[in-house]
């Protein structure tokens, strides 16, 4: 079987809504959150080896200095949970293409290792059902159940716990990347501070954000867009509010830091409109070309492969 291969394309993410509590006593946040997936996608390859696991990377138009390419990369992990799940041993080479910006709160290293997992899944012939899959996706990161499902869905627990939302249209975003990742623990740990001895309230969508998902009215959905960790993201990156300020300005439907930063998106209404809000970023604020992007899209999906 050595040499076999599969390819697997597997989504950003972005919340378009993202409710944040206070912190539990296992150190995870409770979210309520409404995650879209978009077209902006990083390819694994998942190929069968005799030897031990191991991953290499490449990226266009992204550095990829900072992601691991040891046993702590998510991608890896996945696969050995996998192999656990099965009682086997999945001897792979992983090679991972990035065009998701890293550390840019755009679930880049999660959508890798559903990516990962969905592909050892197919090339091994394993057949794991559904739902044991996302079971196994909830044990490496809130995030990598939603990037195999895809769509547009509630995240509920720490983000895990995946639901699909009833969404009618498309809608059009702006990426901005930034040179600079956040950490997401930074993020949280930011988050705490400024709440200080005043707790967050329970976390909880919008109902006026799902009404605008079910019309397929962006400028509703614009108006609705909320994200707790902002402030956070802002305090730690001041310059983040003048780009969002601008983008607003600029007449972006509705603009916010995507999960924990500091990627930037702003809602448009359709792909004139988006390119029209790009040129007004890239002259009032010096922004590199920004990723102009549609959602909602499927989640990680097989694209190829041989035997």
């Not at 916010?256 to 209404?269: A, H, K, N, Q, Y």
Request: glycine content about 14%; charged content about 20%; proline content about 7%.
């Amino acid at each position: 079987m050595s040499g076999a291969e599969v390819r697997v394309s597997s989504p950003a993410k972005i919340n378009l809504s993202l409710g944040v509590g206070p912190v539990r006593d296992d150190g995870y946040h409770p979210l309520a959150t409404v995650y879209q997936a978009v077209g902006l996608y990083d390819e694994v390859v998942v190929r069968a080896t005799d030897g031990s696991p191991v991953l290499t990377v490449s990226g266009e138009g992204v550095d990829v200095a900072e992601v691991p390419t040891d046993g702590s990369n998510l991608a890896l992990r996945a696969v050995a949970a996998l192999g656990d799940h099965h009682g086997r041993e999945l001897p792979v080479e992983l090679h991972v293409h990035k065009r998701i910006p890293v550390a840019g709160g755009l679930a880049g290293g999660s959508t890798d290792a559903a990516a990962a997992l969905l592909g050892a899944d197919v090339l091994f012939g394993l057949h794991t059902p559904r739902e044991e899959l996302l079971g196994l996706a909830a044990t490496l990161g809130s995030d990598v159940p939603f990037c195999l499902v895809g769509g547009t869905a509630l995240g509920g627990g720490r983000g895990e716990v995946v639901t699909p939302v009833m969404t009618r249209g498309e809608y059009w975003w702006v990426v901005v990347p930034d040179s600079g990742g956040l950490s997401t623990p930074a993020v949280y740990r930011e988050f705490d501070r400024l709440h200080g001895d005043d707790p967050a309230p329970d976390p909880e969508v919008p109902d006026e954000l799902l009404a605008a998902l079910r019309a397929g009215d962006a400028v509703r959905l614009g108006a609705a867009l909320v994200n707790d960790l902002e402030p956070a993201a802002v305090s730690l990156r001041p310059d983040l509010l003048h780009l969002l300020r601008a983008g607003r300005q600029g007449a972006a439907l509705g603009a916010l830091v995507s999960g924990s930063g500091p990627t930037t998106v702003f809602l448009c209404d359709g792909p004139v409109h988006a390119e029209e809000v790009d040129r007004t970023l890239r002259s009032e604020q010096g922004t590199r070309p920004a990723i102009v992007v549609k959602g909602p899209v499927p989640g990680a999906r097989v694209t190829g492969g041989h035997r």
